[in-house]
């Protein structure tokens, strides 16, 4: 009896061990930085480039990047480098070229393939408990950090959204217009 | 030794009412912003004896340095900082860079 608890608790133990040191070890940023590309094209296939101008016209990169190194838990941080690792081995693999030359559909496929790559997919309490230990995932912080970045860009608020810079009179209550962009300011 | 003692307590005694009495107000404002200083005023005028607590740097008028910025030209954008979360749990929630 005790070996099997024992067992168990090695089975729980050991990755959860493994994944406690992957997570708390200290983040390679240079690699983070040298990724400027991909995360970059990463951003643009979540915005594409339409009449409105897309996230690498905006220098979601760059705020992305800023953000990761300066302004995340160092869990996320790792899990965001690691994310990005993952995708460059997933398009070697697959498509066997670098994820800026993939198609658009092979640049959509990548992404699909992403949040499906944690557990508990479908349960919310394992999943807030999965969150308050292990952070974000590559796909939630990717996806949040290119929104926040483009809606506050000068290219997204201005030309993405409708940006008033000096609003002016305070309305309480303005009725949307067909095709009206959003607010850029809250 | 015990008229020592007496002697020793009656002068702490001496110094816990002065004390006493410097640290004591009729009225304590915390934070000096869009009321409280205006609190602090007319609590003044009123004749209460009134201690002002600021933890903010002195701001006079005019010196709104990110008033005109645009969200893009703060490093963050105006995002919580977790710089700050940390140092302030409680009140990083009401502030921003700006």
């Known amino acids: ?186 | 030794m015990h008229l020592l003692k007496k002697k020793s307590e009656s002068v702490g005694n001496q110094i816990k009412n002065i004390m006493n009495e410097s640290v004591t107000y009729d009225a304590i404002v915390i934070g000096s912003g869009i009321s409280g200083g205006w609190a602090a005023k007319e609590l003044c005028e009123k004749g209460l004896k009134t201690l002002l607590l600021e933890r903010g740097r002195e701001v006079k008028h005019g010196d709104y340095p990110t008033a005109m910025l645009s969200p893009w030209q703060f490093k963050n954008r105006l995002q919580p900082i977790i710089a700050d979360e940390e140092e302030n749990p409680i009140q990083s929630i009401v502030y921003d860079e700006s």
């Open chain 1, 1 to 186: 009896m005790k070996g099997v608890i024992a067992t168990a608790a090695l089975a729980v133990g050991a990755p959860s061990i493994y994944e406690w040191l992957r997570l708390s070890r200290k983040p390679d940023l240079q690699y983070l930085v040298s990724r400027k590309k991909l995360i970059g094209e990463l951003a643009e296939t979540i915005i594409p480039e339409t009449d409105s101008p897309g996230a690498k016209s905006a220098g979601v990169e760059e705020y992305i990047i800023y953000c990761v190194s300066n302004n995340l838990p160092r869990k996320e941080v790792n899990c965001f480098i690691d994310g990005l690792h993952k995708v460059e081995h997933y398009c070697l693999k697959k498509y066997d070229t670098t994820y800026e030359k993939c198609s658009i559909a092979n640049k959509n496929e990548v992404f699909s393939m992403l949040p499906n790559s944690r557990l508990y997919h479908n349960n919310n309490f394992l999943k807030k408990v999965d969150r308050k230990f292990r952070g974000r995932s590559f796909f939630t912080l990717f996806r949040e950090l290119t929104i926040i970045g483009y809606c506050t860009s000068e290219p997204g608020a201005t030309k993405g959204l409708a940006y008033d810079f000096v609003p002016g009179s305070y309305e309480s209550c303005i009725s949307l217009k067909k095709n009206q962009k959003a607010w850029a300011t809250k």
